[in-house]
């Protein structure tokens, strides 16, 4: 993660998955799907912090033996992105800490693509629409939490995350007719951004909270929604594995941020190794291989079961920011963290289909 870092692309992601973010954001995380997917995702969650697309989920081909281990491990790594993000500014310049994860990101990943003889997409519309894509699912909301964490705890900036399927409903109601809001839904809107407040402090005037950190942090989780419902209009379909699209949309996501980031900041003198370390394990992992992960455990157990990782994302951050980064946690943070959740869910959810009552015995049937 939504990615995302969680990010996710089409990362974690922010939040990342990129099929099960598509699903999420029209909304559905993202997400994820990715890449969701986000594109995503978050899938990244968006959540989070992956990397996805907007071509069609794979079709489900049973449930192979060991996809726990592999689901656990994909809640580690995109939980661990908001620590990666903290330290890795304790290093870098913000933006410099983005254009590394991109750049270890697209690299894995076009790895990956020669290993396996696949081709990156030739038409230049699909190339024009990945470019916003990359805008939305990785550069800017990348950049977003990595300027965020600068001001507010990792753990704030994991949790902040978990609202972009909530993003996602409130605008895909606005930018997708087919999607009519539910009362489960609506419901769900509501007490989420009801477990935001509580999130922040709301009763105490915000006191002690950073806005402008966290309004940076929700606003790369919005992000996350707006890239995934761009992608569901404009990519939907295309005849291009995740693999394929996802790689092109982190180069260009790369090639973005490599034109801006000389502009505002100054190239590092020294490279220290614990935030270098930081940002390398935020890109190879956490929007790299977390990308491979998530498409296989989605064509394993199916989307719907893939995208609950979405929900061990801010328990995860908030675990390893408390633990290793001696972060400070008042009650209201994990409270307000299970609300945002328990919101995100019910926006997710959907109402049993009625059955009709079975016949009587005896009785006529027509």
Same mark, same amino acid.
């Given at each position: 993660?939504?990615?995302?870092?969680?990010?996710?692309?089409? &990362?974690?992601?922010?939040?990342?998955?990129?099929?099960?973010?598509?699903?999420?954001?029209?909304?559905?995380?993202?997400?994820?799907?990715?890449?969701?997917? $986000?594109?995503?995702?978050?899938?990244?969650?968006?959540?989070?912090?992956?990397?996805?697309?907007?071509?069609?989920?794979? /079709?489900?081909?049973?449930?192979?033996?060991?996809?726990? @281990?592999?689901?656990?491990?994909? =809640? *580690?790594?995109?939980? +661990?992105? +908001?620590?990666?993000i903290k330290v890795g500014?304790?290093?870098?310049?913000?933006?410099?800490?983005?254009?590394?994860?991109?750049?270890?990101?697209?690299?894995? *990943?076009?790895?990956?693509?020669?290993?396996?003889?696949?081709?990156?997409?030739? &038409? $230049?519309?699909?190339?024009?629409?990945?470019?916003v894509a990359a805008f939305?699912?990785?550069?800017?909301?990348?950049?977003?939490?990595?300027?965020?964490?600068?001001?507010?705890?990792?753990?704030?900036?994991?949790?902040?995350?978990?609202?972009?399927?909530?993003?996602?409903?409130?605008? =895909?109601?606005?930018?997708?007719?087919?999607?009519?809001?539910?009362?489960?839904?609506?419901?769900?809107?509501?007490?989420?951004?009801?477990?935001?407040?509580?999130?922040?402090?709301?009763?105490?005037?915000?006191?002690?909270?950073?806005?402008?950190?966290?309004?940076? !942090?929700?606003?790369?989780?919005?992000?996350?929604?707006?890239?995934?419902?761009?992608?569901?209009?404009?990519?939907?379909?295309?005849?291009?594995?995740?693999?394929?699209? =996802?790689?092109?949309?982190?180069?260009?996501?790369?090639?973005?941020?490599?034109v801006v980031t000389p502009?505002?900041?100054?190239?590092?003198?020294?490279?220290?190794?614990?935030?270098?370390?930081?940002?390398?394990?935020?890109? !190879?992992?956490?929007?790299?291989?977390?990308?491979?992960?998530?498409?296989? @455990?989605?064509?394993?157990?199916?989307?719907?079961?893939?995208?609950?990782?979405?929900?061990?994302?801010?328990?995860?951050?908030?675990?390893?920011?408390?633990? *290793?980064?001696?972060?400070?946690?008042?009650?209201?943070?994990?409270?307000?963290?299970?609300?945002?959740?328990?919101?995100?869910? @019910?926006?997710?959810? /959907?109402?049993?289909?009625?059955?009709?009552? @079975?016949?009587?015995?005896?009785?006529?049937?027509?």
């Open positions: 993660m939504s990615t995302t870092t969680g990010a996710p692309t089409a &990362s974690a992601a922010t939040t990342n998955t990129p099929a099960t973010t598509a699903r999420r954001t029209a909304d559905e995380h993202t997400t994820a799907a990715t890449a969701a997917p $986000p594109a995503s995702l978050r899938t990244g969650t968006g959540t989070g912090t992956g990397t996805g697309t907007g071509t069609t989920i794979p /079709k489900t081909t049973g449930r192979a033996r060991g996809w726990p @281990l592999r689901f656990a491990a994909l =809640s *580690l790594v995109w939980g +661990f992105s +908001f620590l990666f500014t304790q290093g870098f310049a913000p933006l410099q800490v983005t254009l590394g994860r991109v750049a270890f990101g697209a690299l894995v *990943l076009l790895a990956i693509v020669v290993m396996k003889r696949d081709r990156l997409p030739r &038409s $230049p519309r699909t190339w024009a629409h990945l470019t939305f699912l990785n550069a800017l909301p990348f950049s977003l939490f990595a300027y965020a964490e600068l001001t507010i705890p990792s753990t704030l900036a994991g949790i902040c995350n978990a609202t972009s399927p909530l993003w996602g409903m409130a605008l =895909s109601v606005v930018a997708l007719s087919e999607d009519r809001p539910s009362r489960r839904r609506v419901a769900g809107l509501g007490l989420g951004f009801l477990g935001v407040l509580t999130v922040l402090g709301a009763w105490q005037g915000f006191t002690g909270t950073d806005l402008t950190g966290t309004a940076m !942090a929700l606003g790369a989780s919005l992000c996350y929604a707006i890239g995934w419902i761009y992608v569901r209009r404009t990519l939907a379909g295309v005849p291009h594995s995740h693999l394929s699209m =996802s790689s092109a949309q982190l180069l260009l996501a790369t090639a973005q941020l490599a502009l505002f900041t100054t190239a590092p003198t020294h490279y220290p190794i614990i935030p270098l370390l930081a940002v390398f394990a935020l890109g !190879a992992l956490g929007t790299g291989f977390a990308f491979l992960i998530q498409y296989g @455990l989605v064509a394993e157990i199916g989307p719907t079961t893939a995208q609950m990782v979405t929900y061990f994302i801010p328990v995860i951050a908030t675990a390893a920011g408390v633990a *290793l980064l001696h972060e400070q946690l008042s009650w209201n943070t994990p409270v307000g963290a299970l609300i945002v959740l328990a919101g995100a869910a @019910l926006t997710q959810s /959907k109402p049993r289909p009625s059955t009709p009552p @079975l016949p009587r015995p005896g009785s006529p049937t027509d």
